[in-house]
T-cell receptor, first 107, second 117 residues
């Protein structure tokens, strides 16, 4: 079956960059997504990348896609305490999410 | 515009009892999905409705789970009888299908937490 794997926890200091990594198995996904879940809230779409792109930048967020290795990463520049949340990568062709990476940003 | 709403936000029941979760998708969204996250594990797909029809129910764990979407609007997910391992957060999401530039983004509700004692 298809799997999406992520590291479970990342801790950084405010102002540092955060990099959250994800590997997936289904190469037929048209889009790959990053969702964010803040405490007590549902998942919200943070950003996405079309599968024929290598990189997408959106303000403090940079998404890198390596299709050959099926590796997706999310870089958050100048991480803020408000960025503390659980981040899920997802491929939608199989409606599969990873377990989520908890990002903890300390002042 | 209202987002995806789920009810109840938290339900605590005893093993063997029945619980019904409800999801109201965003108005006009034909696609409705149910997901479940058991503590410490990944968010697992349960099933997908397109309007009132079950498009894919391959993620439903067993026949104790019954999902309906009569009329193609809101959906219910019933667990009967509930077991301890059913505890988790049940998320509902809705979307429009892929069309042109539409990315098919899923819009999630806040989830219904189920605790089975």
């Amino acid at each position: 079956g298809e799997d999406v794997e992520q590291s479970l926890f990342l801790s950084v200091r405010e102002g540092d960059s955060s990099v959250i990594n994800c590997t997936y198995t289904d190469s037929s996904s048209t889009y790959l997504y990053w969702y964010k879940q803040e405490p007590g809230a549902g998942l919200q779409l943070l950003t996405y990348i079309f599968s024929n792109m290598d990189m997408k930048q959106d303000q403090r967020l940079t998404v890198l896609l390596n299709k050959k290795d099926k590796h997706l990463s999310l870089r958050i520049a100048d991480t803020q305490t408000g960025d503390s949340a659980i981040y899920f990568c997802a491929e939608t062709s199989t409606l599969t999410f990873g377990k989520g990476t908890m990002l903890l940003v300390s002042p | 515009e209202a987002g995806v709403t789920q009810f109840p936000s938290h339900s605590v029941i005893e093993k063997g009892q029945t619980v019904t979760l409800r999801c109201d998708p965003i108005s006009g969204h034909d696609n409705l999905y149910w997901y479940r996250r058991v503590m410490g594990k990944e968010i697992k797909f349960l099933l997908h409705f397109v309007k009132e029809s079950k498009q894919d129910e391959s993620g439903m764990p067993n026949n104790r789970f019954l999902a309906e979407r009569t009329g193609g609007t809101y959906s219910t997910l019933k667990v009967q009888p509930a077991e301890l391992e059913d505890s988790g957060v049940y998320f509902c999401a809705s979307s429009q299908p892929y069309r042109g530039a539409n990315t098919g983004e899923l819009f999630f509700g806040e989830g219904s937490r189920l605790t089975v004692l």
